[in-house]
């Protein structure tokens, strides 16, 4: 009899020990895996929302194009990317001086031409001496360059800094900044004058304000 009492307390205590078991992994287990869960969620969350705010652009679209004003494109967007997110061009856009493929940095600003742009640059250079020509994408302009500024160095400066000397627009800038990418660093300031839209007269007024150091 009292091998039996002590093989029904063994069994007791053996159920007790399992019970207890399972209550303790369910109450800690599951609540230390959802905060696991729950962590590498906020983790994921926080990860994807870095991704996404350093894969976007903005940029400022004006001209001939269906709806004028700021637009958020993916990093690496193209001016046809623009157009599409302005609601495409208008039918008097000068598709002749729109360079579709052109990739947008974050903050620039794209000035779509028109026709009628085009004849009114004709009529001004008939009174002006100027061969600029009308870019697509061009860098909000920064100041005036006053005196007593510290030169511009043309093999570093962005297309900002180039815009502040005086007769140099958005276009030539950008002419410049090319030049330097697919023929290196200039190697005198007078190398300019081998960019289309800078002639002796307009190298006169912003030769003693450049560098190539």
Do not use: W
Not at 14 to 40: L, P, Q
Not at 74 to 80: G, I, K, L, Y
Not at 124 to 145: A, C, F, H, Q, R
């Amino acid at each position: 009899m009292n091998y039996l009492s002590n093989i029904k307390k063994y069994i007791l205590i053996a159920i007790m020990v399992v019970a207890t078991a399972i209550i303790g992994y369910y109450v800690y287990g599951k609540n230390s895996k959802n905060e696991e869960y729950i962590a590498n969620e906020e983790m994921i969350a926080n990860e994807d929302k870095t991704t996404d705010d350093k894969s976007k652009i903005v940029v400022h679209i004006t001209g001939a194009v269906q709806k004028e004003g700021i637009v958020t494109l993916d990093e690496n967007s193209r001016v046809a990317d623009a157009i599409d997110a302005a609601g495409g061009l208008k039918e008097d856009a000068d598709m002749s001086r729109i360079n579709l493929a052109y990739i947008l940095e974050d903050g620039v600003k794209i000035v779509i031409p028109s026709v009628n742009d085009k004849d009114e640059e004709n009529n001004e250079k008939n009174s002006v001496e100027t061969t600029e020509d009308v870019e697509v994408v061009e860098t909000i302009p920064g100041s005036s360059l006053k005196s007593g500024t510290e030169m511009i160095n043309i093999n570093k400066a962005s297309q900002t800094e180039l815009e502040e000397l005086p007769g140099i627009g958005p276009s030539i800038a950008l002419k410049i900044i090319n030049y330097r990418n697919e023929n290196g660093k200039f190697t005198t300031i007078e190398d300019l004058k081998k960019i289309s839209g800078i002639g002796d007269n307009k190298f006169e007024n912003i030769k003693n304000l450049i560098c190539v150091k």
